[in-house]
């Protein structure tokens, strides 16, 4: 960060390189679509650069980039407020119907967009700790710093996440899911 | 479903994430040996967690995510990834430093002023005696190879007893006259590979200054010329002895070396032949990031070093070996 600071074109490319893809997965998880996740992350990018010297490295940097892709999801959430409300209403009547269905004939592609409505349904912070917990591997202080909270707070989300979700997708945690697990 | 499964099932998820005192996970553990239902609940959190790793985002990013980015970064901050010229040598050093080195040569060339009526720089000209200002000539291939050889004193200064440092490094400075093709290559307005040399250049008038001043640390330097990526060579002990050096050439006849080593010597060649890539760093991420070998290798702990030698202003690599094992500790054996 200290050479990009010093607008080193080949260190931005090379933390570019290494974070894009974490960045637009967990934005696609955070805004629960591709095409505005893209447009985020590549604001993310760009205010990576802007703020570079304000970098302090005794934080891990990744905390620091997820941080703001956080902030910037959150900014167009709020934007789209009604909007994503009614997103996450339908991505409950999905999930809802996804516990319906018959999960032994489910193909891998439809479990993951169960999965995936299902995540969108539960509210954002809860939603974030989970992403970043289970997809990113961060440790509760990690996701405490990402989303400015305690790791207590980190933890109860957490457990809230977890509950909502496993009620969601009941039908495909429950014992005898196997094959479900495998089509993944 | 009892009291203690409520209990135990609000703390599984700090259980499966390895957050609980001992004393209270050894409690679920217990619990979990005798009751079906709670492990059962332990077992579908973890396919939780598988399902949000497998569960990628259908939509992967697109491949002209990078100029994209590149390209905002640049309408919104012109003059963007041009690097710009690091600070003077002068500039980095304290206001105090600054008005001391300032005072001093207000000194000297009110002193010049008054011995000789021309300016600092100046020369007499035996057939005359007069003086004139004729500046020396910058030679960038002479100008190179001393300061390497000057670079190589300062790399094992801690290895010279106190007392030799100064005048080993003052020998090196007055045999090459280093600061004064320092200076005229500071005062050339067109520079070849102007970067390196000015590199060079700064630090080699750094060394002078150091000399000059009564009482300054000498390895300071060391850790000055191994911050700014001009010193990592590791010379040969028998130069101790003399306050020479001159760089291994690789023997023609010398056999093939292997193909590990050979793939670690081109990267490292492609290094030292590239402008924009001066740091040792630079050099041990493409080592470690660019290299199959390096990648396959990467879960042992891969240690390196490769030792690039500079010759009369070009770099050449002339040798290179890999270790492997041991804690990963980039940073040894390379100048450019």
Same mark, same amino acid.
């Given at each position: 960060?200290?050479?990009v600071?010093?607008?080193?074109g080949?260190?931005?490319?090379e ?22 996740a893209?447009?985020?992350? /590549? ?32 900014? /167009? ?6 909007q #994503? ?20 004939? *489910?193909e891998?592609? +439809?479990?993951? #967009? /169960? ?8 509210p #954002? ?10 997809? #990113?591997?961060?440790?509760?202080? +990690?996701?405490?710093?990402?989303? +400015? ?23 495909? *945690? ?7 697990e495998e089509a *993944? | ?34 009751c ?52 003077l ?7 105090? &430093? ?5 005072a ?13 009526? !021309? ?25 190179t ?10 790399? !094992? ?12 490094l003052a020998?090196?400075?007055d ?6 093709? &320092?200076h ?27 000399l ?32 020479d ?10 056999? %093939? ?7 670690a010597?081109?990267?490292?060649e492609?290094w030292?032949?590239d402008?924009?890539q ?13 290299s ?17 030698? %500079? ?10 070996t890999?270790? !492997?094992?041991g ?10």
């Amino acid at each position: 960060m200290r050479r990009v600071a010093h607008r080193d074109g080949r260190a931005f490319e090379e933390l570019l390189a290494r974070y894009a893809d974490r960045i637009h997965g967990f934005l696609t998880h955070s805004l629960r679509d591709a095409v505005l996740a893209d447009d985020v992350a /590549q604001e993310t990018f760009v205010r990576m650069y802007e703020r570079a010297s304000s970098y302090d490295p005794a934080h891990a940097f990744a905390v620091w980039l997820f941080r703001i892709a956080r902030n910037l999801a959150i900014d /167009q959430l709020r934007r789209r407020g009604a909007q #994503e409300r009614g997103m996450a209403a339908a991505g409950r009547a999905a999930a809802g119907s996804a516990v319906a269905s018959p999960h032994a004939s *489910l193909e891998g592609k +439809e479990l993951a #967009e /169960q999965f995936a409505a299902a995540l969108g349904s539960i509210p #954002e912070a809860f939603r974030t700790a989970f992403v970043l917990r289970e997809v #990113e591997g961060m440790s509760y202080e +990690e996701i405490a710093a990402v989303t +400015e909270t305690h790791p207590k707070t980190v933890s109860t989300r957490l457990c809230r996440a977890r509950e909502q979700l496993r009620e969601l997708l009941a039908a495909y *945690l429950g014992p005898g899911v196997r094959r479900a697990e495998e089509a *993944l | 479903m009892t009291g203690e499964c409520e209990r135990v099932r609000r703390l599984l998820g700090p259980f499966v994430d390895g957050r609980l005192q001992p004393a209270v996970r050894s409690a679920i553990v217990l619990h979990l040996r005798e009751c079906l239902e709670c492990i059962e609940e332990v077992r579908a959190l973890k396919r939780l967690a598988a399902f949000a790793t497998a569960a990628e985002p259908a939509e992967r990013l697109r491949p002209d995510f990078a100029a994209r980015v590149r390209a905002a970064v640049l309408r919104r901050n012109p003059g963007a990834f041009s690097t710009p010229r690091p600070l003077l040598w002068w500039r980095r050093l304290p206001f105090w &430093a600054r008005s001391a080195v300032g005072a001093a040569a207000a000194a000297l060339l009110l002193l010049g002023v008054f011995r000789a009526g !021309y300016s600092v720089g100046s020369e007499r000209t035996p057939a005359t005696g007069r003086w004139t200002a004729r500046a020396p000539e910058f030679e960038p291939e002479r100008f190179t190879r001393a300061a390497q050889v000057l670079l190589a004193d300062v790399a !094992y200064l801690d290895r010279v007893a106190e007392p030799l440092r100064q005048p080993l490094l003052a020998a090196k400075l007055d045999r090459f006259d280093l600061p004064r093709q &320092a200076h005229a290559c500071l005062a050339r307005p067109a520079l070849p590979a102007s970067r390196a040399f000015v590199d060079l250049a700064e630090f080699v008038i750094q060394v002078d200054v150091a000399l000059a001043a009564a009482g300054a640390d000498l390895l300071d330097l060391r850790q000055l010329a191994l911050d700014r990526g001009l010193v990592a060579v590791e010379p040969p002990a028998a130069a101790a002895v003399d306050g020479d050096f001159e760089p291994e050439l690789l023997p023609a006849q010398r056999p %093939a070396p292997r193909p590990e080593v050979a793939e670690a010597l081109d990267l490292a060649e492609r290094w030292v032949d590239d402008p924009r890539q001066r740091s040792l760093d630079d050099l041990m991420r493409s080592l470690f990031e660019d290299s199959s070998l390096f990648g396959a290798a990467g879960t042992q702990g891969p240690r390196m070093s490769v030792k690039v030698f %500079a010759i009369s202003g070009s770099v050449r690599v002339t040798s290179g070996t890999l270790r !492997y094992g041991g804690d990963a500790a980039p940073g040894s054996g390379a100048s450019k």
